[in-house]
């Protein structure tokens, strides 16, 4: 399967014989043309539920029709990680520890009313609605690596836009230089809640300028549909080139300070995950090595373990953020 970028003019090839990537493909032209263009689409969760009848009753991106409008960044050339294995084996704790909890569980969350806050250091503070976030730009597909911490990654193919679109909207004050993620913290939706295991809410942070970057996205969907909300629904933070955990889940404000902000994995294990996390093979974790990993469906725990890239292959894009910076003390 070849995919063009009419942008740019140059072609990625995708693996057109594992069929995660051709059945995404066929679902995404079958949703086009059901396609009624309603922002308000009622977002039935497919969770637990038996696969085929979750197909009819998924969601597509009301702001996707046809071909995404653009692809910027870039873009890997792998297959796609099984539509499946990318919703089932998930990390969102508000939802479980375990990786198969969150798909059993996060049937509770409502992803409908949602506002975000988009607030602090900015001329423009607003709080947006979910509907008129996703309009706010145009919508692209990315196909970006998800490297988890854990040592194990994905590929996906995200839907959403650079966040630095909703940034310049806001007009950040000179004196802002951090933006701070704050995502839903509900236990009445969110079972993981009684675990003490974060520092509720799930929190994260980039420099302003990493934030800025165009290749930070503001995700609403993945493989041409809503996000499953084990996935983060309804909107995510998507930072291909840091650790997954970096990329926040079910954001309900955006904060920019002057002050590096707390992350929940930082306050919870400080040695461990520093604020900048950028994939990093040659920095260690303290209790494990970031060397390799293991791409999720690829023959299972046999298979033979990847390289990781430093900043997990984006490095033309990003390495000059870090210029002069010892990675391996600001890791
Ligand atoms: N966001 C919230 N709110 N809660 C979480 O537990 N887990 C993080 C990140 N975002 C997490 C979160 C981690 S550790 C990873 S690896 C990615 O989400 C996983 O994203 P995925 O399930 O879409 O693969």
Known sequence: MLIRNNNQGFVHSLNSEITSQTQYLQRRAFMQTLATGAAGAALASWAGRDALAAEAERAHLPALKGQPSKVSGAMTVEAATAYKDATSYNNYYEFGLDKGEPVRNAGTLKTRPWTVRIEGLVQKPQTLDIDSLLKLSA????????????????????????????????????????????????????????????????????????????LTLLAFGMYGEVLPNQNGAPVRLVVPWKYGFKSAKSLVAIRLTDKEPGTAWNKAARNEYGFYSNVNPEVDHPRWSQATERRIGEGGLFAKKRKTLMFNGYGDQVAQLYAGMDLKKFY
């Open 139 to 214: 919508q692209e597909e990315r196909i970006y690596r998800l490297r988890c911490v854990e040592g194990w990654s994905m590929v996906i193919p995200w839907v959403g836009y650079s966040l630095s679109e909703l940034l310049k909207k806001v007009q950040p004050l000179s004196s802002a230089k951090y933006v701070e993620f704050v995502t839903l913290a509900d236990k009445a939706q969110m079972p993981g809640l009684r675990s003490g295991v974060l520092d509720w809410p799930y929190t994260e942070g980039l420099r302003l300028d990493e934030a800025m970057h165009p």
